[in-house]
């Protein structure tokens, strides 16, 4: 049997996700510190300890998924598949923290089960995308695949977290579209989702508020969401300099969430121009180098994992800054290795790993758009 060739991991999309990481930890800290005195008793290092930590797990993680070939977790998906939708059933059944129930709390962590389907379902569709098309495959299989997608975003749907089930689907689709699926057939799936989300919104009432009140904020902005208007002005006090880190004032309680969803707005105000533009380089050495991760990849598979993979990094962290500066209505995603949170990063660092694990064995070149029927 031909021995696969090996090649060193791409060390520079190692660097910048290193390079993210330590922006998250000195952010967290920066941002936190206030709150952490206020709800720990003078325990102003808690959330920057914590985060500290999962740093260190994350990047063990990493290390971990570039070294197990990526390939050998095909042996696995559906048993992986089937524990990530059972995590996402008892996660409702989980108490409900800021009105969802997202998270299943360990005691020393919390665990928040859609973070682990969103790289679950990308690895499901990369195993069913990649199969040898020279084979005719039986129908069954393709509507398995259908219906453990549908049963786990129709779960995440209900914690509530509509903000996953976006990037989701935009992976998703964007994943058909790049397997030379019919445009045909990616339009009429875009459209079926833009249908689910309009139903999930307007008619069972999901984040109707939200979305009404941004509605308005465009016409006012004086009627915006208190949160989203406080980041705006943060955000535009950081000048093109910012105002020093540690410095900022954005953490005394001005902007709630400001260590978590919101922690862009609190680095623009102390890293100003200069390092949100630094911060926008690094997420697009990743999806830069993603891309060229994939491309370069040694099969079919390695192609989809890496394009999806890359995809549900570069959406998550868009949508995030998106809120942030008001471009869309506030979601709840985190900014994958910056945001406080143990298993966003986790699992963010993992995905990143196994992307490490399809740089080392790469081939040549795989097209985009391969005819898929």
């Not at 953490?251 to 121009?273: C, M, Q, R, S, Y």
């Not at 200069?274 to 997420?283: A, K």
């Amino acid at each position: 049997m031909k021995r696969k060739r090996r090649h060193g991991v791409d060390l520079v999309l190692y660097t910048a996700v290193l390079l993210l990481m330590t922006v998250g930890i000195v952010e967290v800290y920066s941002s936190s510190v206030f709150l952490a005195d206020q709800k720990f008793a003078g325990e102003h290092t808690h959330f920057f300890m914590r985060q500290l930590t999962f740093s260190g797990l994350s990047l063990l993680a990493m290390l971990i998924f570039a070294a197990v070939p990526y390939d050998w977790f095909r042996k696995i998906i559906w048993a992986a598949v089937s524990v990530s939708i059972a995590l996402l059933g008892i996660v409702l059944l989980m108490p409900k923290i800021n009105d969802a129930s997202r998270w299943i709390v360990l005691g020393f962590m919390s665990l928040q089960p859609s973070e682990i389907f969103k790289y679950i379902v990308i690895y499901l569709m990369a195993h069913h995308l990649a199969r040898d098309q020279r084979k005719k495959q039986p129908a069954w299989q393709s509507h398995l695949v259908m219906a453990a997608v549908i049963i786990g975003m129709g779960l995440i749907v209900v914690e509530p977290d509509l903000g996953t089930v976006l990037v989701v689907a935009a992976v998703l689709v964007g994943m058909a579209f790049v397997a030379g699926f019919r445009l045909r057939k990616v339009a009429f799936g875009a459209a079926a989702l833009a249908a689910l989300s309009y139903v999930t919104v307007f008619l069972f009432g999901y984040k109707k508020g939200r979305i009404l009140e941004y509605v308005e904020s465009l016409k006012d902005p004086l009627n915006g969401a208190y949160q989203v208007k406080q980041s705006i002005l943060y955000i535009g006090s950081g000048g093109f300099f910012g105002k020093g880190i540690g410095r900022g004032s954005a953490k005394l309680f001005f902007v709630p969430e400001v260590h978590t969803d919101f922690i862009f707005a609190n680095f623009a105000e102390e890293g100003g121009f200069i390092w949100v533009t630094i911060l926008l380089v690094l997420f697009a050495v990743v999806f830069w180098r993603g891309l060229r991760v994939a491309v370069g990849s040694q099969d079919r598979f390695g192609f989809f994992l890496g394009f999806g993979i890359t995809m549900a990094l570069t959406v998550s962290a868009l949508i995030n800054i998106a809120v942030t500066v008001s471009l869309i209505p506030t979601t709840g995603m985190p900014l994958p290795f910056v945001s406080y949170g143990g298993t966003s990063l986790l699992i963010s660092a993992s995905a990143v790993g196994m992307l490490l694990n399809i740089s080392r064995r790469k081939k040549g070149k795989t097209l985009f758009f391969e005819r898929h029927e």
